[in-house]
């Protein structure tokens, strides 16, 4: 009996993340998959840069990005992930976010690493947890339990 678990190396490019989330400019929060494990784990980079618009406000002279804004690019991350699996039409949603702490910042110039853990899957998968965290250079800056509802666009 094979108990191997299928780790897929290949990375996906931003046409591919594209293929597969509905997200676009401006809202478009991940550039690239360098892992993804089937329904299970996926990872995710975010190269944060001054040219972001949401900079020209949050702050101005002391440039931050919202933890709003982190927190959506660990679920866009995820949604790479759900979206190859669940039926075409169909997007996941935000139901809940808990656990949500912010350890460090992150500015113009620093890549976040997402790495995003399925932790339930109920209703048919319809109904998901995902256990995320974000590092920038191996810090680790922001964790989160978030939960989504799949439903029909």
Do not use: W
Request: proline letters at 6%; glycine letters at 8%.
């Amino acid at each position: 009996m094979n108990t191997e678990v299928k780790v897929e190396k290949q990375r996906l490019d931003i046409n591919e993340i594209m293929q597969r989330i509905p997200h676009r400019f401006p809202m478009l929060l991940v550039d690239r998959i360098l892992e993804e494990e089937p329904m299970k784990r996926i990872v995710g980079i975010k190269n944060v840069t001054i040219n972001e618009g949401f900079f020209q406000g949050h702050y101005p002279g002391y440039p931050v990005m919202p933890g709003v804004l982190i927190i959506e690019a660990m679920a866009q991350t995820l949604g790479v992930l759900i979206l190859k699996e669940v039926p075409v039409g169909h997007i996941p949603v935000f139901t809940s976010i808990r656990s949500a702490k912010f350890r460090g910042i992150v500015v113009p110039g620093d890549q976040m690493r997402m790495e995003m853990v399925v932790d339930k899957v109920k209703a048919g998968g319809m109904m998901m947890t995902a256990i995320g965290k974000v590092f920038v250079e191996g810090k680790l800056i922001c964790e989160a339990e978030l939960m989504f509802a799949i439903v029909k666009m």
